[in-house]
């Protein structure tokens, strides 16, 4: 590898061309005084959402980096993988082996790492310790990925193989579902999950400023639509979906008191019911109902929900049913005895199922 070529305002590299599915990349490597400059991980240069997703280990970091120094006689780095956002010039240097040649990636490329985003901080910490490896090299597949819109699917399989994840980030990554997709598409763009979901969790600590957490949109969507994880989704039903949590986030007072940064989330975790996942799960199982018995006219009988007294403070409402004992249950009975309570707000009749148990509860 050269570095900047400035005439002609290129890297280059001595390259190996190859070609995985419809997909080319190259194989080459890197002196290790230039990985942290190079490459990229979760720098502003980085799409929003792919840096939402990105987090380091400082643990784990740090061990590679001890491991760099001192074992700086025999350490070995398995290669980084990254995207290249542009357009590339390939020039192979014989005919006999046209897979060798020479890659030249313009100055003002991004190279975002996709797998190596642990090697690449501890190299950067390992050189302020030790620089005498600085000239080291350390092997680099470069994929090509314009405008960076296969990244999201390059980061979920190169790290699938990683601990198993939760809901909320099997929701984040994966790209098979047209559910997933969906939710995170009303997580981008419906103002009361934008910039209010956790998206990698499924608790939310006393300290975040998140709403909702990305799982819980999830459940709730999917039971708002009444459909399974692979079911396909036509157009009516992600704009149904988008126009009930965009109303519901205009009628609701609290909900919308916190998207106008009048009240912390902090605040209405403390003090109502209706921003915890079991209440969500139960207004997305009512909406559902709701749309299928009124589907012209479901919409405006929506804004009956703000009178609702969502308050935790509210025990004779809520105690056994969203909350058991001071604190909010997930229990299979406590939706349902929650979504009771949102049917007999919104008119709706309740199942024999429903009835039994709500005859139950109150006697």
């Not at 799409?47 to 784990?60: E, F, G, N």
Request: charged fraction near 25%.
């Amino acid at each position: 590898m050269r570095e900047k070529n400035v005439t002609v305002g290129y890297y280059s590299f001595i390259a190996i061309h190859g070609r995985q599915g419809k997909h080319d990349y190259y194989l080459t490597q890197c002196p290790l005084r230039l990985v942290p400059r190079l490459f990229l991980f979760d720098e502003l240069e980085v799409p929003a959402l792919l840096r939402q997703v990105r987090t380091l280990k400082a643990a784990r970091v740090k061990e590679i980096a001890r491991y760099l120094i001192m074992q700086s006689d025999s350490y070995v780095l398995s290669p980084l993988v990254a995207a290249v956002d542009c357009e590339i010039i390939f020039d192979p240097l014989v005919n006999e082996s046209p897979e060798i040649g020479q890659l030249q990636i313009p100055f003002t490329a991004r190279l975002v790492i996709h797998d190596g985003q642990h090697r690449r901080a501890a190299i950067q910490q390992a050189l302020i310790e030790n620089p005498a490896l600085e000239n080291d090299t350390v092997p680099v597949m470069l994929v090509l990925d314009p405008d960076l819109k296969r990244s999201p699917r390059l980061y979920t399989d190169l790290n699938q193989t990683q601990l198993k994840r939760n809901l909320s980030q099997r929701v984040l990554h994966d790209h098979d579902s047209p559910l997933a997709a969906l939710v995170r598409q009303l997580v981008e763009e419906v103002a009361l999950f934008k910039g209010l979901t956790e998206l990698e969790k499924t608790t939310i600590s006393n300290r975040s400023t998140a709403l909702f957490t990305l799982s819980a949109v999830y459940q709730a969507t999917r039971a708002l639509l009444g459909i399974r994880r692979r079911d396909p989704i036509d157009s009516t039903q992600a704009s149904t979906a988008h126009q009930f949590w965009q109303e519901l986030g205009e009628i609701i007072t609290e909900w919308r008191q916190v998207i106008q940064g009048e009240v912390t989330t902090d605040q209405l975790r403390r003090e109502f019911v209706h921003v915890h996942s079991v209440t969500l799960l139960a207004i997305g199982m009512v909406g559902y109902e709701l749309i299928q018995t009124y589907p012209d006219d479901w919409a405006n009988r929506l804004p009956v929900l703000d009178d609702l007294d969502w308050s935790r403070e509210n025990t004779s409402l809520w105690e056994g049913r969203a909350i058991v004992r001071g604190r909010m249950s997930k229990a299979r009975d406590s939706i349902l005895l929650t979504v009771n309570v949102l049917k007999h707000t919104l008119g709706l009749p309740l199942t024999e199922m429903e009835q039994a148990l709500e005859q139950r509860f109150t006697n």
